[in-house]
Protein backbone atom coordinates (compact mmCIF):
# COMPACT_ATOMS: atom_id res chain seq x y z
CA UNK A 1 0.00 0.00 0.00
CA UNK A 2 2.68 2.41 0.77
CA UNK A 3 4.47 1.52 -2.17
CA UNK A 4 1.25 2.84 -4.33
CA UNK A 5 0.42 5.69 -2.38
CA UNK A 6 4.46 7.16 -3.09
CA UNK A 7 3.68 6.17 -7.12
CA UNK A 8 0.43 8.26 -7.19
CA UNK A 9 2.16 11.18 -5.19
CA UNK A 10 4.93 11.10 -7.10
CA UNK A 11 2.37 11.29 -10.72
CA UNK A 12 1.07 14.09 -9.00
CA UNK A 13 4.11 15.58 -8.57
CA UNK A 14 5.39 15.29 -11.60
CA UNK A 15 1.99 16.67 -13.43
CA UNK A 16 1.74 19.51 -11.22
CA UNK A 17 5.07 20.37 -11.93
CA UNK A 18 4.77 19.92 -15.88
CA UNK A 19 3.16 23.06 -16.16
CA UNK A 20 5.96 25.09 -14.02
CA UNK A 21 8.21 25.40 -16.83
CA UNK A 22 5.75 27.21 -18.62
CA UNK A 23 6.50 31.15 -18.02
CA UNK A 24 3.95 32.80 -15.90
CA UNK A 25 3.65 35.88 -18.21
CA UNK A 26 3.37 35.99 -21.93
CA UNK A 27 6.43 36.69 -23.24
CA UNK A 28 5.64 39.72 -25.52
CA UNK A 29 3.34 43.14 -25.28
CA UNK A 30 1.25 41.83 -27.56
CA UNK A 31 0.79 38.42 -25.86
CA UNK A 32 -0.25 39.92 -22.97
CA UNK A 33 -2.93 42.30 -24.73
CA UNK A 34 -4.18 39.21 -26.05
CA UNK A 35 -4.43 36.84 -22.28
CA UNK A 36 -6.10 40.23 -21.34
CA UNK A 37 -8.95 40.36 -24.01
CA UNK A 38 -9.55 37.07 -23.74
CA UNK A 39 -9.86 36.99 -19.44
CA UNK A 40 -12.06 39.61 -20.17
CA UNK A 41 -14.14 38.16 -22.38
CA UNK A 42 -14.26 35.25 -20.46
CA UNK A 43 -15.53 36.76 -17.30
CA UNK A 44 -18.47 38.59 -19.46
CA UNK A 45 -19.16 35.32 -20.62
CA UNK A 46 -19.50 34.25 -16.86
CA UNK A 47 -21.51 37.14 -15.73
CA UNK A 48 -23.64 36.31 -18.88
CA UNK A 49 -23.70 32.68 -17.77
CA UNK A 50 -24.11 34.04 -13.78
CA UNK A 51 -24.73 37.80 -13.12
CA UNK A 52 -24.22 37.56 -9.41
CA UNK A 53 -20.65 37.22 -10.69
CA UNK A 54 -21.19 41.10 -10.90
CA UNK A 55 -22.05 40.99 -7.31
CA UNK A 56 -19.46 38.68 -5.49
CA UNK A 57 -16.26 40.33 -7.81
CA UNK A 58 -17.64 43.73 -6.27
CA UNK A 59 -17.52 41.99 -2.78
CA UNK A 60 -14.23 40.60 -3.60
CA UNK A 61 -10.57 41.68 -2.44
CA UNK A 62 -9.49 40.71 -5.46
CA UNK A 63 -9.57 37.70 -8.54
CA UNK A 64 -7.92 36.18 -11.12
CA UNK A 65 -9.11 34.98 -14.40
CA UNK A 66 -7.77 32.27 -16.32
CA UNK A 67 -9.90 32.15 -19.82
CA UNK A 68 -8.77 29.01 -21.08
CA UNK A 69 -7.59 25.71 -18.84
CA UNK A 70 -6.94 23.11 -20.93
CA UNK A 71 -7.57 19.37 -19.58
CA UNK A 72 -7.39 15.84 -20.28
CA UNK A 73 -6.68 12.68 -19.25
CA UNK A 74 -6.58 9.19 -19.18
CA UNK A 75 -6.08 7.46 -16.04
CA UNK A 76 -3.71 10.03 -15.44
CA UNK A 77 -3.95 13.58 -16.17
CA UNK A 78 -3.35 17.01 -16.50
CA UNK A 79 -4.58 20.83 -16.85
CA UNK A 80 -2.99 23.86 -17.92
CA UNK A 81 -3.88 27.34 -17.80
CA UNK A 82 -2.90 31.02 -18.15
CA UNK A 83 -4.82 34.30 -16.31
CA UNK A 84 -4.92 37.86 -15.10
CA UNK A 85 -5.00 38.52 -11.56
CA UNK A 86 -7.02 42.03 -10.63
CA UNK A 87 -7.36 43.96 -7.98
CA UNK A 88 -9.23 46.93 -7.48
CA UNK A 89 -10.10 46.84 -11.61
CA UNK A 90 -6.16 47.47 -12.21
CA UNK A 91 -4.28 44.43 -13.57
CA UNK A 92 -1.48 43.44 -10.65
CA UNK A 93 0.00 40.62 -12.62
CA UNK A 94 -0.37 37.21 -13.98
CA UNK A 95 -1.03 33.50 -12.97
CA UNK A 96 -0.41 29.75 -14.27
CA UNK A 97 -2.43 27.19 -13.00
CA UNK A 98 -0.98 23.59 -13.15
CA UNK A 99 -2.97 20.34 -12.39
CA UNK A 100 -2.11 16.89 -11.65
CA UNK A 101 -4.59 13.97 -11.43
CA UNK A 102 -4.71 10.10 -10.82
CA UNK A 103 -7.58 8.07 -10.95
CA UNK A 104 -11.09 7.44 -13.35
CA UNK A 105 -10.92 9.40 -15.84
CA UNK A 106 -11.23 9.66 -19.89
CA UNK A 107 -11.63 12.80 -22.19
CA UNK A 108 -10.70 16.43 -23.03
CA UNK A 109 -12.23 19.57 -21.78
CA UNK A 110 -11.83 23.60 -21.55
CA UNK A 111 -13.10 25.97 -19.16
CA UNK A 112 -12.41 29.05 -17.62
CA UNK A 113 -11.65 29.83 -14.18
CA UNK A 114 -12.56 32.54 -11.98
CA UNK A 115 -10.95 32.83 -8.68
CA UNK A 116 -12.22 35.47 -5.96
CA UNK A 117 -9.78 36.34 -2.99
CA UNK A 118 -12.23 37.61 0.00
CA UNK A 119 -9.70 39.61 1.73
CA UNK A 120 -5.59 41.16 1.55
CA UNK A 121 -4.51 38.24 3.74
CA UNK A 122 -5.60 35.53 0.71
CA UNK A 123 -4.23 37.47 -1.69
CA UNK A 124 -1.11 37.77 -0.04
CA UNK A 125 -1.18 34.08 0.30
CA UNK A 126 -1.68 34.03 -3.65
CA UNK A 127 0.92 36.10 -4.62
CA UNK A 128 3.51 34.60 -2.60
CA UNK A 129 4.33 32.79 -5.78
CA UNK A 130 3.61 29.06 -5.13
CA UNK A 131 -0.36 28.53 -3.96
CA UNK A 132 -2.22 25.28 -4.40
CA UNK A 133 -5.45 24.03 -3.43
CA UNK A 134 -5.82 20.67 -1.50
CA UNK A 135 -7.51 17.95 -3.84
CA UNK A 136 -11.04 18.51 -1.52
CA UNK A 137 -11.07 22.02 -3.24
CA UNK A 138 -13.98 22.60 -4.75
CA UNK A 139 -15.79 24.88 -7.75
CA UNK A 140 -18.82 26.25 -8.39
CA UNK A 141 -19.65 25.36 -12.07
CA UNK A 142 -22.02 28.21 -13.57
CA UNK A 143 -25.13 27.43 -15.23
CA UNK A 144 -26.77 30.31 -17.66
CA UNK A 145 -28.93 32.25 -15.35
CA UNK A 146 -28.25 30.44 -12.44
CA UNK A 147 -27.28 32.74 -9.08
CA UNK A 148 -24.42 31.82 -7.27
CA UNK A 149 -22.90 32.71 -3.78
CA UNK A 150 -19.02 32.92 -2.85
CA UNK A 151 -18.77 29.73 -0.74
CA UNK A 152 -14.83 30.64 0.43
CA UNK A 153 -12.26 28.31 1.72
CA UNK A 154 -9.51 29.66 3.27
CA UNK A 155 -10.49 32.88 2.01
CA UNK A 156 -11.12 32.18 -2.14
CA UNK A 157 -13.99 31.13 -3.82
CA UNK A 158 -13.66 29.60 -6.92
CA UNK A 159 -15.83 29.27 -10.79
CA UNK A 160 -15.94 27.70 -13.75
CA UNK A 161 -17.20 27.84 -16.95
CA UNK A 162 -16.88 25.39 -19.61
CA UNK A 163 -16.50 25.89 -23.06
CA UNK A 164 -15.78 22.90 -24.80
CA UNK A 165 -14.78 19.37 -25.00
CA UNK A 166 -15.98 16.30 -22.47
CA UNK A 167 -14.73 14.44 -19.61
CA UNK A 168 -15.59 11.84 -17.15
CA UNK A 169 -13.56 11.78 -14.51
CA UNK A 170 -13.61 10.52 -10.31
CA UNK A 171 -10.28 11.45 -9.36
CA UNK A 172 -7.62 12.62 -6.80
CA UNK A 173 -5.96 15.47 -7.27
CA UNK A 174 -5.14 19.57 -6.93
CA UNK A 175 -4.45 22.96 -8.36
CA UNK A 176 -1.35 24.74 -7.84
CA UNK A 177 -0.70 28.42 -9.32
CA UNK A 178 2.13 30.62 -9.38
CA UNK A 179 1.71 34.52 -9.55
CA UNK A 180 4.46 37.10 -11.65
CA UNK A 181 3.58 40.73 -10.59
CA UNK A 182 2.85 42.95 -13.77
CA UNK A 183 6.02 45.20 -12.68
CA UNK A 184 8.25 42.16 -13.05
CA UNK A 185 7.21 41.30 -16.32
CA UNK A 186 10.37 41.56 -19.18
CA UNK A 187 9.74 41.85 -22.51
CA UNK A 188 8.47 45.08 -23.20
Same mark, same amino acid.
Given at each position: ?9 ? +??? /???? +? ?6 ? =??? =???? %??? %? ?11 TASPS ?13 ? =? ?12 ? !???? +?? *? ?8 ? &?? *???? !? &? *????? /? ?6 ? %? ?25 ? !? ?13 ? /?? =? ?5 ? *? ?7 ? /?????? %? +????
Open positions: MKRSMMWVMG +VLA /TMMF +VGAGCATA =PAS =PQER %QEL %QRDADAALRDMKIGDILTNGHAYAIF =PSIGKGGAIVGGAY !GRGV +VY *QGGKLIGYSD &LS *QGSI !G &L *QLGGQ /TFSELVVF %QNADALAKFKQGNYAFAADASAVALKS !GASVAADYRNGVAVF /TN =PIGGAMF *QATVGGQEF /TFMAAD %Q +VQGD
